[in-house]
């Protein structure tokens, strides 16, 4: 095999372990230089243009770039965010809708035995919510058992600006008020604290401990502050198709390190409370949005026994602005994160498997 042949090989290998079929490569090619060009980098930086002694280090290399120039602004670091000129906008829409995260992705069949929603910030969730209630009221949908994907994890941080704090989930002040109402014993409205905390004079200036110092507040005593798992359970309460089903919740607990309960965990923890739902042959439809279905899908399979059928949908993106490219720039990074923990994953095990099976041989 030429020298040429074999880099070809090489970078085939890198994009199919990545989760892109062969079809898919110049696209990812496409993407690569598209962030190039919006980061103001030179050509040569582009990790998909060198040559690598085998697919692991090109994987490396590209996960590597993709974790510095492709998350969204707030996860990255030390880089300013990218302006996207119109013809770059255009490209990326492109791109992403062959990729198949722009348009609408929807049921394939009538009956399933789980309907998993993901959660997400409000606006996400009701969006999901008000999907599941579409399929669920739908009397040629069979559903035998609904499950919302929850988590412990605090809904903050809160929005500051300038002197002014705000809720990002509007939903935070009803289910306060719903608490504090029943703490007080006496009707507290949802606009009552609203303007308690954007008067509040706080002491913090990084948005995390300011969050830390209104829950803390003595106006708030008492009073369990809401979660994730709270929000999305506030917004299926909001709709009647969901006043007779049963519904399973998840409320995946916080980590001993600080690390958020992602998509990866709250699945594993679905899995491990409800084995029964998610055995072999079991259909499972995941109800998602644009432009993260084909990360959920990649990171749900992961985390879901073998022979599980999986089906991700979602909602299309109505509009592909600026910062909807971005969303999907991000997403498309996550979606090669995941895939390259999963080989080193499955790397590290087989050296396992091996050292063993050698033990056991000399043991003999």
Known sequence: MDTKENIKNIKQKAYNTLGFSSDESELVDCLLRSLITMNGLDAGQNPSLKHYENEAVMMAQINAFLQRYALRAGERTDIKQPIISDENLASLEEVFTKLGMVDAICPSRRDYDVALCYGAPEVGVRQRVGDLAKIVSNPSFKIKNIVVLGADRKLWPLKKTGKSISFPEPILYDILAERLSARD????????????????????????????????????????????????????????????????????????????????????????QNPKLFVPGATVL?????????????????????????????????????????????????????????????EKMKKLFVADLMWEQKAR
């Open 185 to 272: 014993g006496k009707e507290v409205s949802a606009e009552e604290i609203k303007n308690f905390v954007l008067n509040m004079d706080t002491k913090e200036t990084a948005v995390e401990k300011i969050s830390e110092e209104v829950a803390v507040h003595p106006y708030f005593k008492g009073i369990k502050w809401p979660n994730e798992t709270d929000l999305i359970l506030a917004v299926i309460k909001e709709n009647p198709v969901f006043e007779k089903e049963q519904i399973t919740v998840v409320r995946t607990p916080d980590f001993p390190d600080g690390s958020r309960a992602n998509t990866g965990r709250t699945v594993h923890f679905a899995v491990m």
């Open 286 to 346: 995941a109800i998602s949005s644009q432009p993260f279905i084909r990360n959920q899908k990649t990171v749900t399979l992961q985390n879901l026994p073998n022979a599980v059928n999986l089906e991700v949908v979602g909602e299309e993106i109505k509009k592909f602005t600026p910062k909807q490219a971005m969303i999907c720039i991000d997403s498309f990074a996550r979606t090669v994160h995941a895939n390259f923990s999963h080989y080193k994953e499955n």
